[in-house]
Nanobody, 124 residues
Framework: QVQLVESGGGLVQAGGSLRLSCAAS????????MGWFRQAPGKEREFVAR????????YYADSVKGRFTISRDNAKNTVYLQMNSLKAEDTAVYYC?????????????????WGQGTQVTVSS
């Protein structure tokens, strides 16, 4: 079973940037499609971005398109989320996960092996 560990979260002012990392251990990382999700207090977990196993087929939520960039380094078993022009509404715990299901890429039920999450707080 693959294990995922997110890092890189923190406190940043609005307009600032952060880069999140998600390191995988066990399993064959280069075979996995990967996703980033986030969950704000009192809200459901929502899709942020998804990248195919070879780095192709990238999708973003409309709310982050043009500001966030997902990428991966299969040699390092790591997927990244570069977040620029951060807004207060980006404040959430950010999670990475492995896409397993054949359903829609934005649906949490199609993902497993969730990491523990990393907190991102954007002050306005």
């Amino acid at each position: 079973q693959v294990q995922l560990v997110e890092s890189g979260g923190g406190l940043v002012q609005a307009g600032g940037s952060l880069r999140l990392s998600c390191a995988a251990s066990r399993g064959t990382f280069s075979n996995y499609d990967m996703g980033w999700f986030r969950q704000a207090p009192g809200k459901e977990r929502e899709f942020v971005a998804r990248i195919g196993a070879s780095g192709d087929t990238i999708y973003y939520a409309d709310s982050v398109k043009g500001r966030f960039t997902i990428s991966r380094d299969n040699a390092k078993n790591t997927v990244y989320l570069q977040m620029n022009s951060l807004k207060a509404e980006d404040t959430a715990v950010y999670y990475c996960a492995v896409q397993r299901g054949r359903g829609h890429y934005a649906n949490t039920v199609n993902y497993d092996s969730w990491g523990q999450g990393t907190q991102v707080t954007v002050s306005s």
